[in-house]
């Protein structure tokens, strides 16, 4: 009898999320206080959908959270998180020099830009705490 595909490990989901930039600045968005991890901040984003490209589902989240139609730049990080009790999660970080539309707080507690110098004073999610700290330190562009 020939046997079909073992079963291996669940498939491990993705989440993306968006470095953008304007004068300077990142937006950074704190969550609701009606979220899981209340009011920690966080760079906009989301989950990856089953049959969805990173990019696409990033640029349906910032749709979908920010009202803006951005043009996804480059892949800035991927790193691998698991909180508590939760499967692990693969987590993307891209760069958003170009969008159109004024950001618009559909979502979030609240919304700021803020020089990426500044981000460590912020009460970030744990999955981006080190990537934060890097980019506060002027990684991945080379400048402060």
Sequence with gaps: MKEGPKPGPPPRRTAVAAVIERDGRVLICQRSRHDSHPLKWEFPGGKVEPGE??????????????????????????????????????????????????PVNRIFERIVWEEPARLPQYDFLEADTDFVRRLALGWPHGKR
């Excluded at 987590?91 to 020099?97: E, G, P, T």
């Design 53 to 102: 490209t990173p990019r696409a589902a990033l640029e349906r989240e910032l749709k979908e959270e920010l009202a803006i139609q951005a043009r996804i730049g480059k892949e800035l990080e991927a790193l691998s998180h698991r909180y508590p009790g939760r499967a692990p999660f693969r987590l993307r970080f891209f760069r958003v020099a170009e969008f159109s539309g004024e």
